[in-house]
């Protein structure tokens, strides 16, 4: 197999994987809590990202870490995993899988806006162009398509999406400037985040019960949502000679996503996702629009 035809391996199994998270997400909320999941399935992450680094031979840099990776670590594992997390699956708890997912897809453009006062980018007219196209996709899909009447099925759900694309955005923003090799860096951010996760659940109770028929759903976030999909794509934008051919691959995942949500969750894919799901790839593909 050539390098090329290998970046598109790791690159689509990456795709598939992320695209059944949504499936995961509410399968497992089933039967724990956001923060239970998010604790089960970031033990998980870290436990395989730690096996990965061994079989990498990168272990040995552990010792080398110093007070401020340290303090790096922990304010990016106070994002990622622990605030976007917390606040995604609590999206997913009320809002029906298709329409946390989808709108969740919004963080590239989130994060372009961002990006503005952040990294001092100019604002592109692409950039305004795709931001409107992809909220307006976001309308349609909270709204039902009932368009005129402006009614939300879920109002604190859709804004605790449009909340975890902003941290998930910030997160990819900072991380821009991490000089961490990136599958150690990963495996510090979950490590400092464990803490944290399990201070929060004993604060709130969520320890108090839990549905041990979850666990291996939580199993299943924390390998195919957390860990070895961040492997597989950066394996693949590695190899690659075209980054833009493997990103682009992305756009395949909400229909795969959509696909595994009506088989799987029996879930009935409503008309408006759809539409709405056009607009946001709509806002996306503009995005990617060179300056002229």
């Not at 110093?66 to 609590?90: D, H, K």
């Not at 759903?217 to 690659?240: H, P």
């Not at 691959?249 to 696909?259: Q, V």
Request: positive net charge; glycine residues 8%.
């Amino acid at each position: 197999m050539t390098r090329q035809g290998r970046a598109y391996l790791f690159g689509l199994s990456a795709v598939l994987c992320w695209s059944t998270v949504a499936t995961a997400f509410k399968l497992s909320l089933a039967w724990l809590s956001p923060a239970q999941l998010l604790l089960f399935a970031s033990l998980t992450s870290c436990t395989l990202l730690g096996g990965i680094l061994v079989l990498q031979g990168k272990a040995l840099q552990l010792r080398r870490l110093n007070g401020g990776t340290l303090r790096t670590s922990l304010v990016f594992g106070a994002l990622n995993p622990t605030l976007y997390y917390l606040i995604l699956f609590q999206a997913y708890d009320r809002l029906p899988a298709q329409e946390a997912q989808i709108i969740n897809y919004t963080w590239a453009i989130t994060m372009a806006l961002l990006a503005v006062p952040l990294l001092k980018q100019p604002l592109r007219k692409q950039d305004i162009a795709a931001a409107v196209l992809c909220y307006f996709g976001v309308v349609v899909i909270a709204t039902h398509g009932r368009l005129l009447d402006i009614h939300f099925s879920d109002p604190l759900g859709v804004i605790l999406a449009l909340v975890s694309t902003l941290i998930w955005a910030l997160y990819w923003i900072f991380n821009a400037r991490d000089p961490r090799e990136p599958v150690l860096g990963l495996f510090l951010n979950f490590l400092c985040a464990l803490p944290l996760i399990l201070g929060w659940c004993l604060l709130t109770g969520a320890l108090e019960t839990i549905q041990w028929r979850g666990i291996w759903g939580a199993v299943y976030v924390g390998v195919f949502e957390m860990g070895l999909t961040f492997v597989l794509w950066l394996s693949a934008m590695k190899l690659t000679t075209s980054t833009a051919r493997i990103s682009n691959l992305i756009f395949i995942s909400p229909l795969l996503s959509l696909a595994f949500i009506g088989l799987v969750l029996g879930e009935p894919i409503l008309p408006s996702t759809l539409w709405g799901l056009g607009l946001i790839v709509g806002g996306l593909l503009v995005q990617q629009l060179k300056s002229t």
